[in-house]
């Protein structure tokens, strides 16, 4: 994983500016200004390390929507779906799926564009991709 990590990193080059975020990304929204963009990878990764920490899920995930509407940039989410394979066995795979499941709803809720990204081709759920894009 570390060496994923590294080759993506050597990939964006050095104009990025990277926060390390695992269980605080309100804090890391609270860093940015306007006019700054950021891609925030993933909130997928994001909800398995708030239940590995056995955190509050409702409260940490209030946090995270209301960081993201007071956020001043332009913020690109990117998040899994998880709830198209088949039913998980154990207890805490299904909340995780229901979890985020129900994550994904409110951050494209409050999203001004969402889209699906099958196979590398973008399926547009909500919004309009900007001209020139895909």
Do not use: Y
């Not at 994550?103 to 399926?123: F, H, I, K, S, W």
């Amino acid at each position: 994983m570390r060496l994923r990590v590294e080759q993506h990193q050597a990939r964006r080059g050095d104009d990025w500016r990277m926060i390390e975020a695992p269980l605080d990304v309100a804090g890391a929204l609270s860093q940015v200004t306007a006019g700054e963009v950021v891609l925030l990878d993933c909130a997928t990764l994001w909800l398995s390390n708030q239940m590995l920490a056995g955190a509050d899920l409702a409260s940490e995930c209030e946090t995270l929507l209301a960081a993201l509407a007071g956020c001043r940039a332009a913020v690109l989410m990117v998040s899994n779906e998880v709830g198209q394979g088949i039913v998980p066995e154990n207890p805490m795979a299904r909340q995780f799926r229901d979890e985020q499941g129900q994550l994904n709803q409110r951050l494209a809720e409050m999203a001004d564009l969402a889209v699906l990204v099958v196979a590398g081709l973008p399926l547009v759920l909500k919004g309009r991709l900007p001209d020139g894009f895909a």
